[in-house]
């Protein structure tokens, strides 16, 4: 297939990329590595260096490059960002989104994927683990854009036929993680404990997430594609385990990486941040065949391998 990726020199979809690539897919990629790595883009990908908010660019990378599928994951990713800033956000998240979407359908291209957001869509829990069929109510303009990008989604497959799968994604985490533009609690404390310096536990350390691993994403992502491909129908799923972790548990992992040498130190809570997320993940196994099948104690220190090998 010939699939076009948004976000593709980014954490999740440059890993994604790099898998398509090696199903034997055509692969174009848009990024405008605001936060993304050129160190981390496939040699094997077209790159189109473009920035989702220009329409009349987006328009032209569609109308040469003839692609069956979109992947869609160039966002503004970072809660508190959205929080400091909501127009900003949604300038990324929605406008740029529908650039995307617009020119899809203009050029014929009849499949996106979409990377939503588990960890923010639902906003707090009204019952935990939260399925698909939970209420969404976000509590951060990020969490805003991305259920607003899942109706304009349901508008465009009823009124234009668009086909689309949607992965809310709870909390991501592995090899390519960016600590400084992603944000991502993970490799913020592993950057952090790699240069020997304390990491910061923002109020109680009592919040909870679902961390997912990154390779466990990209097999979400390759499914996907097959079952767009084979005519499945548009659907929306959890991509999760289903384990809740607080903060405290996750330092206490990643301490005992680093052979217990850390001392927690702690800050006040910040704005805009839930105080639980879990997420269900039976509908993916039984449309998708898909399962978690890293748990984090595993994940984690491929993630300090990773991050090693790095700093060496």
């Known amino acids: 297939m010939n699939v076009l990726v948004t976000g593709g020199a980014g954490f999740i979809a440059s890993q994604i990329v790099d898998a398509y690539v090696a199903a034997g897919h055509r692969v174009a990629v848009i990024d405008n590595f605001s936060t993304g790595g050129r160190e981390h883009l496939n040699p094997d990908a077209e790159l189109h260096e473009v920035d989702i908010r220009d329409r009349d660019a987006v328009e032209r990378v569609f109308s040469g490059g003839r692609f069956d599928v979109v992947n869609h994951h160039a966002a503004q990713l970072d809660v ?171 330092f206490r992992e990643l301490n005992a990486l680093f052979g217990g040498r850390f001392t927690e130190k702690r800050a006040d809570q910040r704005r805009g941040e839930q105080m639980r997320s879990v997420c269900a993940w039976d509908h993916a196994h039984d449309e998708l065949g898909w399962r978690p099948e890293i748990a984090l104690v595993e994940g984690l220190a491929r993630t300090l391998e990773f991050y090693r090998t790095k700093v060496g």
């Open 80 to 250: 508190r960002a959205s929080v400091r800033n909501p127009q900003f956000d949604a300038e990324q998240n929605v406008i740029g989104s529908l650039n995307v979407v617009e020119s899809a359908l203009r050029h014929g291209v009849g499949r996106v994927i979409f990377a939503s957001s588990g960890g923010v869509v639902y906003g707090e829990g009204a019952y935990f683990p939260a399925d698909e069929a939970h209420p969404t109510n976000p509590i951060s303009p990020y969490g805003v854009t991305k259920l607003a990008m899942e109706k304009y989604l349901h508008y465009y497959r009823h009124e234009h036929g668009l086909e689309h799968v949607i992965f809310r994604y709870t909390n991501v985490y592995g090899p390519r993680q960016n600590p400084h533009g992603e944000a991502g609690v993970v490799a913020i404390f592993f950057e952090r404990m790699l240069s020997g310096v304390e990491p910061v536990i923002y109020g109680t350390g009592g919040q909870t997430r679902d961390y997912i691993y990154v390779g466990d994403v990209v097999r979400a992502n390759l499914l996907a594609l097959e079952h767009l491909a084979g005519g499945g129908r548009s659907d929306t799923f959890n991509i999760s385990t289903g384990v809740e972790t607080s903060v405290n548990q996750l």
